[in-house]
């Protein structure tokens, strides 16, 4: 299993995890049909374009890791559960702020004070990628899965 991390929008950090809690991670730059990954118009798109490399890199049980959700002293790690190219669906409606459209399917698992993170894991949310790896602290990541795991249904 791979482990990814993935930014929110801080603004919107609760809704957000409201929609994690059912089973939804969404994510924004996603205002109009143009900016649908399935479509071909998302790569000429600047901000569209550099969120490709999620399509084929994020599979089924990967981890992911959400920066400060539901707040800022909080991170969620949750559970793909499909792979991205499958389970990824676009659908700028169904959300009050419309930015969120693009939606993929993960299972919230734990949400984990930021200071029971590693000063290693914590200097790693420093990246300003909206989608980034965490494959080099997979352990710690499984750990406090494990250990934060009150989430798990």
Known sequence: ?????????????????????????????GYNENLNLRKDSA???????RNFSIKDKVKKGDYLVVAYMPDKS????????KDFSSGYVYDEKSLECHDFGHIFPAKLIAVVPRKALSANLRN??????????????????????????????
């Open 124 to 153: 790693s949310f420093r990246c300003r990628l909206r989608f980034f790896t965490l494959q080099k602290h997979e352990n710690e990541i499984r750990s406090l899965a494990n250990s934060f795991n009150t989430r798990i249904s």
């Open 43 to 49: 790569k000429k798109d600047r901000k569209a374009k």
């Open 1 to 29: 299993m791979s482990c990814y991390a993935f930014r929110v929008s801080q603004t919107y950090a609760h809704q957000l995890c409201e929609e994690l809690e059912i089973g939804r991670l969404r994510q924004g730059w």
């Open 74 to 81: 909080q991170v969620s790690i949750a559970q793909a559960t």
